[in-house]
């Protein structure tokens, strides 16, 4: 760390122990989200039990976090920087924490699909949308570990692609319910893993607006932008 | 009151009481305080915090021409009370305690009993013309230092037999006899254990009600308890004044971060 070290050199051990196991969650979302998606696209169904499985690991580390957290707090009295990482870390491992329970959706309704008709074209679009999340998380939370507020803004800015990805899945598989009944089924499944997918860019954007509040002292006031036009799209014809 | 709870003040809207204008301290030929200028509002806690040395009790004794008893002491600049100048020729420092009292570290009652600590200021600047005035003065100080459940029915006993907590209460209570428009405290809690400390503190909260409170504390938490505004004194220089939810969330400039996160600096 290149900041001056605290006097008590025991609270620097005790910020870096709670960054670190942030770290290690967020690595463990990030897998969670990819693997869910390509075990979908695969149909892998051994691989989407796994990762429902392993979900159980994520929620132990946001408790851990969390636990350490109201230690630092109760011992140390954090102030200003100290005090906005404390609040950041807890914010950020509540949002890691929801990612993986989303993760975990997406691979718990892979196991109903493999059972059933396929829509052509959805799981490769989810794939490449949750990739894309997922280096959102990953670039949120370096920003967030290097208090880095440029790049937390450039993060911040990469949801209206998420969003836009979102919608043009939406449209499609609104299209192919339309099309045929036997697709409603398999679409509406499709349909939540997008919508799933596409809340944890929200949280990816949450943590790096956290960053954000961490470097500068200051939420981001502006209107965060957003792309959803599905609440308009009664009729994908009209 | 809760005293955990920092009440919601909008300080913009509050008159300064105690103004000062470039004031510099020397200790013979040591610059001891730089440049000092701040407004110090009226009913509102304002906390002075800064490592030993920084000059914030320095400042504080400024503010009642506690300094005058200092043989090499020397104040320059411009400090007024309502506009008026505080080290004007005319102005009597004795009358200026009673207008800005002030409170010790540790707990320094008179050798005299509950009810003569408590009305020795209004006897001594004949502020009262009955027993039965006086009476009600000394009544309505020990309430307002939340002190007189405690002593009523001892008024006549030593106030130096109390306990520590009890003492320093019994110290503001006489400090507020006077009536004071300031009151000025100089690590106020430092001797005392939790609970009394707790009760000092929601008293500061009643009192800030009247009247301006200064409080000069080592400890972070305590100033982000008990005050609405903040000032961190570095090295002589008042480095920062603000809100103290901005100073301690957010402060400006890189010492006072560095201060009160407990860094080297």
């Not at chain 2, 409170?213 to 505004?229: D, F, G, L, N």
Request: with cysteine.
């Amino acid at each position: 760390m290149t900041e001056t070290p605290h006097i008590a050199s025991s609270f620097d051990r005790e910020i870096e122990a709670l960054l670190a196991r942030l770290v290690l969650m967020s690595g463990l979302v990030e897998t969670a989200l990819t693997d869910s998606a390509a075990a979908l696209e695969s149909l892998d169904t051994a691989a989407a039990t796994r990762i429902v499985d392993q979900d159980a690991a994520i929620d132990s580390l946001d408790e851990q976090i969390n636990f350490e957290a109201a230690g630092i707090i109760a011992r140390r009295g954090p102030t200003a920087r100290d005090l906005r990482l404390i609040l950041a870390v807890m914010r950020a491992s509540a949002a890691l924490e929801r990612v993986g329970d989303l993760a975990k959706n997406v691979a718990k309704r892979t196991l109903p699909l493999s059972q059933i008709r396929q829509v052509e074209g959805a799981t490769g679009t989810i794939r490449r949308m949750a990739r894309l999340v997922a280096v959102m998380l990953e670039e949120a939370m370096r920003a967030l570990v290097r208090k880095d507020a440029a790049l937390a803004a450039d993060v911040r800015g990469r949801d209206v692609d998420i969003d836009q990805i979102y919608n043009t899945l939406f449209r499609s598989l609104l299209t192919h319910m339309l099309e045929n009944q036997a697709n409603i089924t398999p679409a509406m499944h499709l349909h939540f893993i997008a919508k799933n997918i596409e809340r944890a860019g929200d949280h990816a954007t949450s943590i790096a607006e956290q960053a954000i509040y961490l470097a500068t002292g200051d939420l981001p006031d502006d209107e965060r932008p957003k792309a959803d036009s599905t609440l308009q799209a009664a009729n994908p014809r009209t | 009151m809760n005293a955990m709870q920092t009440p919601v003040i909008d300080t913009a809207t509050l008159q300064p009481r105690i103004t000062a204008q470039d004031v510099q301290v020397y200790y013979g030929s040591n610059h001891a305080l730089r440049d000092v200028s701040v407004d110090i509002l009226d009913r509102t806690t304002t906390a002075f915090i800064g490592p030993s040395g920084c000059g914030k009790s320095t400042f504080l004794r400024c503010l009642n021409r506690m300094n005058d008893t200092v043989a090499t002491a020397r104040v320059e600049g411009r400090i007024t009370l309502d506009g008026q100048d505080i080290y004007d020729k005319r102005v009597d420092p004795v009358q200026l305690r009673a207008r800005v009292g002030m409170v010790f570290q540790k707990p320094n009652p008179f050798p005299k009993s509950i009810y003569d600590n408590v009305a020795y200021g209004p006897r001594i600047h004949g502020l009262t013309r009955s027993r039965a005035e006086l009476d009600e003065v000394v009544e309505k100080s020990l309430r307002r230092a939340a002190l007189w459940d405690e002593v009523k029915d001892r008024l006549s006993a030593p106030g130096t037999g109390l306990s520590g907590g009890q003492q320093q209460r019994l110290c503001i209570a006489r400090a507020v006899a006077t009536g004071p428009e300031v009151l000025l405290m100089d690590e106020p809690c430092s001797a005392l254990d939790p609970i009394a400390t707790a009760q000092v503190e929601a008293l500061i909260d009643e009192l800030r009600e009247q009247f301006s409170v200064v409080i000069v504390t080592h400890s972070m938490q305590q100033a982000a308890r008990v005050s609405q505004k903040t000032a961190f004194f570095h090295l002589g220089n008042l480095v920062e004044y603000g809100d103290t939810t901005q100073i301690f969330t957010n402060p400006g400039d890189p010492r006072t971060e560095s201060y009160i996160t407990g860094r080297i600096g």
